[in-house]
T-cell receptor, first 112, second 113 residues
Framework: DAKTTQPTSMDCAEGRAANLPCNHS???????VYWYRQIHSQGPQYIIH???NNETNEMASLIITEDRKSSTLILPHATLRDTAVYYC?????????????FGKGTKLSVKP | DADVTQTPRNRITKTGKRIMLECSQT?????MYWYRQDPGLGLRLIYY???????NKGEISDGYSVSRQAQAKFSLSLESAIPNQTALYFC????????????FGPGTRLTVL
C-alpha cells in the first residue's frame, strides 16, 4: 500500500497557483519524495523529486517541510492542460529497488 | 518520436488466448518495467528488468511472463488470458541510478472477453 496521504481531489482556477499537499509521515532519512502526474489514461509523467531542500524545475516547485513529514507540489500558473491525477511517492530507489508504489493520488481539476 | 513506445495500443482478445505486449525504448536506459492499472487501484508492478540477463518478479507476476530481448525491448506475455487481466498496461524505463525517475509509455488497453 502507498505510504503517502493525499486529498482525493482539488480544484484550481486557470492561471492561479495550484498547491497540492502530501503527507509522508513515515518517510525515513534516505527516502526521497517523488511527484508524478497522469493525464487521463496516458502514461504517468515524472515531475520532480527532492530529499530535504526545496526543488524547482520547468514544470513545478517542490516544498518539503523541515521535518520532512509533508510536502507541497506547486504549479505556479495552472493551465487547463494541468488537469490530471497527481501522485506523491516516497521511497529510496537506489540499489535493486524498482517498485514505485502509486496510491490513488489527487485529481486536480483546473477550471477556466 | 516517442522515447518509449508500446504495441499494440488497444487489443481485444478471448479467454485462453496467448497475447504479447511489446515495449521499445530509445532512451538508452538499462532498466525496464511492466505495470498494470485497474480503475481505482493505481499502478501495480508486474515485472522489472535491470538488464538483458536480469528479470525480477513484481507485485503481481502470476499469469504473466516477460522477455528482455535486447536493452531496448521488453515484452510481456499472457500465456492464457483471463477476463480479470483486462486492464491498462504500461511499460516504463529508467536510468541505472535514477530508478525513481521512470519514463512511461502510452499504455496498452487490453480487454479479455
Amino acid at each position: 500500500d502507498a505510504k503517502t496521504t493525499q486529498p482525493t481531489s482539488m480544484d484550481c482556477a486557470e492561471g492561479r497557483a495550484a498547491n497540492l499537499p502530501c503527507n509522508h509521515s513515515t518517510i525515513s532519512g534516505n527516502e526521497y519524495v517523488y511527484w508524478y502526474r497522469q493525464i487521463h489514461s496516458q502514461g504517468p509523467q515524472y515531475i520532480i523529486h527532492g530529499l530535504k531542500n526545496n526543488e524547482t524545475n520547468e514544470m513545478a516547485s517542490l516544498i518539503i517541510t523541515e521535518d520532512r513529514k509533508s510536502s507541497t507540489l506547486i504549479l505556479p500558473h495552472a493551465t487547463l492542460r494541468d488537469t490530471a491525477v497527481y501522485y506523491c511517492i516516497d521511497g529510496n530507489y537506489g540499489g535493486s529497488q524498482g517498485n514505485l508504489i502509486f496510491g490513488k493520488g489527487t485529481k486536480l481539476s483546473v477550471k477556466p | 518520436d516517442a522515447d518509449v513506445t508500446q504495441t499494440p495500443r488497444n487489443r481485444i482478445t478471448k479467454t485462453g488466448k496467448r497475447i504479447m505486449l511489446e515495449c521499445s525504448q530509445t532512451k538508452g536506459h538499462d532498466r525496464m518495467y511492466w505495470y498494470r492499472q485497474d480503475p481505482g487501484l493505481g499502478l501495480r508492478l508486474i515485472y522489472y528488468s535491470f538488464d538483458v540477463k536480469d528479470i525480477n518478479k513484481g507485485e503481481i507476476s502470476d499469469g504473466y511472463s516477460v522477455s528482455r530481448q535486447a536493452q531496448a525491448k521488453f515484452s510481456l506475455s499472457l500465456e492464457s488470458a483471463i477476463p480479470n487481466q483486462t486492464a491498462l498496461y504500461f511499460c516504463a524505463t529508467s536510468d541505472l541510478d535514477r530508478v525513481g525517475e521512470q519514463f512511461f509509455g502510452p499504455g496498452t488497453r487490453l480487454t479479455v472477453l
